[in-house]
C-alpha cells in the first residue's frame, strides 16, 4: 500500500507561481512512476506531469510544457510540482499519484493506470 499527502495548493493571480508538494510513504516497490493529475468542475481528470522515479526522467502534459516542472526528493520520498506562468485555465483539484511500473509518454493520458491516489489540493488562479 502506498499513501499520498498533497500540500501547497492555494490562491494566486494570473502569472503567479505555485509549488505542490506530495508525500509518499508505504511500499516503495509501487512509486516506480509518479504523477500529477487535475481535474476541474466538469471536466475530466488530466494527466499533467510525471516523473520516473529511479530514473528521474520526466513527462508532461503540452498545455504545462515550458511551465510546469516535477522534480523529486527520493530520500524524503518527496514530489514537487513547480508551477510557474498560471492562468485561469489552471484552476483545478491537483492530485498526486503512484503506480509501480515505469512512466512513459501514454503513462498520462489515463487515470485508470493509476493506482494510488492523494486527497487532493486546490489550486485557483484569479484573472
Known amino acids: 500500500q502506498v499513501q499520498l499527502v498533497e500540500s501547497g495548493g492555494g490562491s494566486v493571480q494570473a502569472g503567479g507561481s505555485l509549488r505542490l508538494s506530495c508525500s509518499a510513504s508505504g511500499n516503495s516497490d509501487s512509486t516506480s512512476c509518479m504523477g500529477w493529475f487535475r481535474q476541474a468542475p466538469g471536466k475530466e481528470r488530466e494527466g499533467v506531469a510525471g516523473?520516473?522515479?529511479?530514473?528521474?526522467?520526466?513527462y508532461y502534459a503540452d498545455s504545462v510544457k515550458g511551465r510546469f516542472t516535477i522534480s523529486q526528493d527520493n530520500a524524503n520520498k518527496m514530489v514537487y510540482l513547480q508551477m510557474n506562468s498560471l492562468t485561469p485555465d489552471d484552476t483545478a483539484m491537483y492530485y498526486c499519484?503512484?503506480?509501480?511500473?515505469?512512466?512513459?509518454?501514454?503513462?498520462?493520458?489515463?487515470?485508470?493506470?493509476?493506482?494510488?491516489w492523494g486527497q487532493g489540493t486546490q489550486v485557483t488562479v484569479s484573472s
Open positions: 516523473i520516473n522515479t529511479n530514473y528521474g526522467n520526466t
Open positions: 499519484a503512484a503506480r509501480k511500473w515505469a512512466c512513459y509518454s501514454g503513462s498520462l493520458a489515463s487515470s485508470e493506470s493509476w493506482p494510488y
